[in-house]
Every structure is written in C-alpha cells, then in structure tokens.
C-alpha cells in the first residue's frame, strides 16, 4: 500500500468516525437500531455541496447540513415516539424517503465540488502536503468531536440519556422525559452522522445519492472494532474505541482491496465490509468460548 | 400528605379482558406516617402504588401528592413528589451505569439537568458519605459499574438513592421480596433507619404480615381491589399475625388460600 493510499484510508477513517459516534450515541446509548443515517449521511453531502456551490460559506454550510441531519433524526423519532412504529422501521421510513429528500436537494444524483472553496481549501498550500492536510484537519475535527461527545455524556442531561437507553422505566421514574431524551438523542446522532457526510463532500469533491448505501454498515462495524479492541472502559475509551475502529476498518479494507494476492476489486468491497463485521462480531464469542 | 379520592381503575375497558383492579380506593396518609400494605394476589396493592407513582392513569377519582392534585401526571412530571425502590433489585438502577453516576442520575430527580458534569469532586464526596452509611464497604467501589453488585447491595444503594432528593412519599414495592432472608432483615433495618430519620411518609407493600406489623405506623389490607382494613395506633400495637388472618377471614367470610399472607 502507498503513502498516499494509506493516508487516504485514514482520511476516510476520520470522515466515518463521524459516523461512528452517531452510531454510537443511537446503538450503543440509546439502544436504538437507527438505519436513517444511511439517507442523513447523504444528505450531509447534499446540503453541503449545493450550499457551497451557491456560495456560502462551507462552515456555515456544514453547520446547516448537521441541522438538516438532526431533522431527518427527529423524523424518525417521531415517527417511533409519537406513532409508536416499531424503532427498525421508523428508521428504515426515514432512510427510504431520504433518498428522494436528497435528489431534491442536489436536482440531480450527483453534485460536483472540484473547484469550489471548502473548509480545507484555506490549509492547502501551507507547505504540507495535501494528503496529509486532509486527514490532520479532520482529525483534529474529530477531537473536538469526541471531547464534546464525551462531556455531554458525563454530564447530568448525558446521564438521563443513557439511562434512558439502559433502564427506561428507572429513567422514568428519577424524572427524566424518555420521549424527549430520544428525541434529542437521534438528533444528536444524526447530525454528527450529516457532518460526516459534508466532510466527505468536501474531502472527495462531490455529493452523490448513493454514497449513503451501507452507511450503517461501516458504522456499526468501526463501533463494534473499537469495542472488540478496547473493551468496555467507561465512555471517553468507547468514543476513542470508534474512531480508532474506524481508521482501522478502512486501512483493512485498503489492504484486502490493494493486495493483488487476493484478486480483491474495488466492486468486492461491500462482501468484503460484511466479512468483516461479521468477523469482528464473532471474535469476542470465540474468545470466550476459548476461555470457558 | 398523600390522599386518594375514590380512586376506580379498570383495566382494558370495554374489552372482554377487562378488569377492575381498584373499586373506590380513598385514603389519606398524613406526613410522616409510614404506612404497610398487605394483601393477597391481586388484591390491587401493586396497582395502588402504581397509581401514586403515576405509572397507572385512575379511570376516575383524584390524586393529590403533597398540596398538589397529579392525578392526570405521567410518571416523570411527578417524580420529583415521589421516591421508589423497586422489587426487582435489577429494576431500580442502571446496571451499565457506576454507583456514582447512578446516585447521580438519582440525586437530581425531579429537576432539570443541565450540561454540567454530573460528578463534581463535592458531589463525589457527598454520594461517598452517604454509600459509607450503609456498612457494605461499597464506598471504595464507588466507580464499579452497577451490575457487579448482589441484588441486596442494589437495594441498599436504591434505598439510598431514593432519598438523595427531598420527596413528598417514598414507595416500597415488597422491596425485600428478591433477597435471601438475611439480606432482606438488612434491608428492612435500613428503610426503619431512613424512613424514622428523615421522617418520611411511606407506602411500603409486603407480602409478609409479620413486616406490614412490625414496620410503620398503620397497617392497610386491600381485598379485590377495596381496602378491608385500616388500624392504627394502639389497636395495631396490639395486634397479632393470628388476629390479622382471622379478621381477614371475618371481614371476606372466607377461608384463606393464600400461602403466601401467612409466611413469615
């Protein structure tokens, strides 16, 4: 693998790790199987590259592509609260009529960004060089990202959110309103889940409708990595546990696709990204079938 | 005070299940009294609790908790009225959650949280000191997560936690039912301690005579979904296990099947 491919496979590992706290926060917290992010992360890119392309500002822009992924959030916690549809489902409604949602934003299935002003268009240039600019201004995004994440869930509204996801009728009965916290708690994970999908616009130049399919499939899969490395050790290791699982997911994932031993093509990248979430679901139930 | 007004409670009503769980409850508790809750399956017990606690909505009738009437409020919007300890030890904590930051969750009942920390090093201290209190040694595991510790450790934190912040009643749900005997006396010993010196009005429901008789002020015997008893003051102190099952029998004309009433 080269240079610039492996820092390429960190890039991407970064974008997702977006992806992974969303993930996180709605699976793990919260206990709810949330499958809109693979419409919110598109949507992301949508808004994002058609509000840049309009000339605004691309922080402004990302801000409001994480807004527009706390609405479709929201939806979906609508529909699972208020018209009490089965979580599953509500989420798969939600991500279907994304699909449609996000063709309307771009009027067309993909939008291209080549040329235009993005967030890391002012830190090219500098004397680095572009692929390492790339993964270093993310990731410092990323920090930023996991510090807050991780505040929030120390915190006494945190606390109420993950006891609703743990112990609801407990939640319940110290007060907290588990119909809002869900509410707060899908919004939260979708936008962190569109921000992901305005930095993978801006990292690869374009939006397109179908970046999304398989969305949850990566993000579950750098969570369960991270969980599988570090164990459960309390929040701020499970939130680097994510990122951490999704760098080496997408390094792993370069390195099946770029070793020619395998015969591996970028069209087997779907088989290959199953067998690996497979993989890493399995892992620890063999661990402890060895012990026992 | 506590006071219910006539409460009725039918369940799946209008359905061919349906069924009526509370048939004209009224009952008023003045602070501070610590009141025992006995009955046979189904007599409504657990529903009486539910309908303080909020959990259970009254067909009609009134509830009023302290100088307010909750009777249409949820179980979170009156939380902070009303403290509980469950019976199932599993039931009243967050087990993925530490001690801590579950006496955290608890301390701030009823309240509006906020983004600050939930564990200061002052609030730290505090939680340590009341975990110290109960002689278990669980102030050195203050950061272990919950579900490390026995059902009887769960309860005693529970107990804890349920007066953390001020109520207006605390509710017991046969809180000792889960635990092996000796762990179900430490228990009891525990709530006497708390409920006498915070000078708590409680509902404690028990499936033991010889508990509803020996704790609290004032003893009530639900049947079908209708309160059959209610003493008091000296002729409760002088009151026997033998007398209560024999004025169970008068009151309901009926021979007791109940295993359950008679044990302990």
Redo the contacts between chains.
């Keep these: 693998m080269s240079q610039i491919a492996f820092w390429g496979a960190v890039e991407l590992g970064l974008v997702y790790a977006f992806v992974a706290l969303g993930v996180f926060l709605a699976f793990r917290v919260l206990d709810f199987p949330d499958l809109t992010v693979d419409g919110s992360f598109p949507l992301g890119a949508a808004v994002t590259a058609v509000l840049i392309i309009a000339g605004v500002n691309p922080w402004l822009a990302s801000g409001v592509a994480m807004v527009a992924g706390a609405a479709a959030g929201i939806v979906t916690a609508i529909l699972n609260v208020r018209f009490r549809i089965l979580n599953l489902l509500a989420s798969i409604l939600t991500m279907i009529a994304l699909f449609s949602v996000n063709l309307r934003v771009m009027g067309k299935p993909n939008v291209a960004l080549i040329n235009a002003d993005t967030m890391l268009s002012p830190f090219f240039g500098l004397g680095l060089r572009d692929f390492y600019v790339r993964p270093l201004f993310i990731g410092l995004l990323v920090v930023v990202a996991v510090i807050a994440v991780w505040?929030?869930l120390?915190?006494?509204?945190?606390?109420?959110m993950?006891?609703t996801g743990?112990?609801a009728?407990?939640?319940?009965?110290?007060?907290?309103?588990?119909s809002r916290q869900i509410y707060l708690g899908m919004a939260l994970s979708n936008a962190l889940v569109a921000l992901g999908g305005a930095l993978f616009a801006q990292t690869n130049g374009f939006a397109d409708v179908t970046s999304g399919v398989g969305t949850i499939v990566v993000g579950l899969a750098a969570v369960i990595i991270g969980e599988t490395l570090l164990g459960a050790r309390g929040i701020l290791i499970a939130l680097i546990g994510c990122v951490l699982g999704s760098i080496l997911y997408r390094i792993a994932i370069q390195l099946a696709l770029s070793t020619d031993m395998l015969g591996l093509q970028a069209s087997d990248l779907n088989l290959v990204t199953a067998a690996l979430v497979t993989f890493a679901l399995v892992l620890p139930r063999l661990r402890r079938g060895g012990a026992a | 005070m506590i006071k219910l007004n006539d409460i009725q409670v039918i369940f799946g009503k209008g359905t061919p299940l349906q069924k009526q769980a509370l048939n004209g409850v009224s009952l008023t508790v003045e602070e501070g009294t610590f009141v025992t809750v006995i009955g046979s399956n189904g007599a409504g017990k657990s529903t009486v609790l539910g309908v303080l606690?909020g959990d259970v909505i009254p067909t009609s009738g009134q509830v009023t908790i302290g100088n307010q009437d909750v009777t249409r409020k949820?179980?979170?919007?009156r939380?902070?009225l009303?403290a509980?300890v469950?019976q199932d030890p599993?039931?009243?904590?967050?087990?993925?959650?530490s001690i801590e930051?579950n006496l955290?969750?608890?301390a701030?009942?009823?309240?509006s949280?906020?983004?600050?920390?939930?564990?200061g090093p002052k609030r730290r201290e505090h939680f340590r000191e009341r975990i110290a209190e109960l002689n278990l040694g669980l102030e050195n595991r203050m950061r272990d997560r919950m579900d490390l510790l026995s059902g009887g450790q769960r309860q005693a934190v529970s107990l804890v936690m349920a007066t953390l912040a001020g109520s207006e009643v605390l509710l017991l749900d046969e809180h000792t039912a889960a635990l092996d005997p000796g762990m179900a006396e430490f228990i009891m010993n525990l709530t006497q301690k708390i409920v006498s010196e915070r000078k708590l009005t409680a509902l404690m429901v028990t499936h033991s005579m010889r508990q509803a008789l020996d704790f609290g002020h004032r003893t009530i015997m639900l049947h079908a979904g209708e309160v059959v008893l209610d003493v008091s003051g000296d002729s409760r102190k002088t009151l026997q296990v033998e007398d209560l099952i024999a004025m169970f029998r008068k009151i309901r004309g009926q021979t007791l099947d109940d295993d359950a009433l008679l044990i302990g």
């Design positions: 505040r929030f120390e915190s006494d509204a945190g606390l109420a993950r006891a743990a112990n009728r407990m939640a319940r009965a110290q007060g907290v309103d588990t | 606690a949820g179980t979170a919007a939380a902070g009303v509980r469950f599993l039931a009243g904590s967050c087990g993925a959650l930051e955290a969750l608890a701030r009942r009823g309240e949280r906020g983004l600050a920390p939930a564990l």
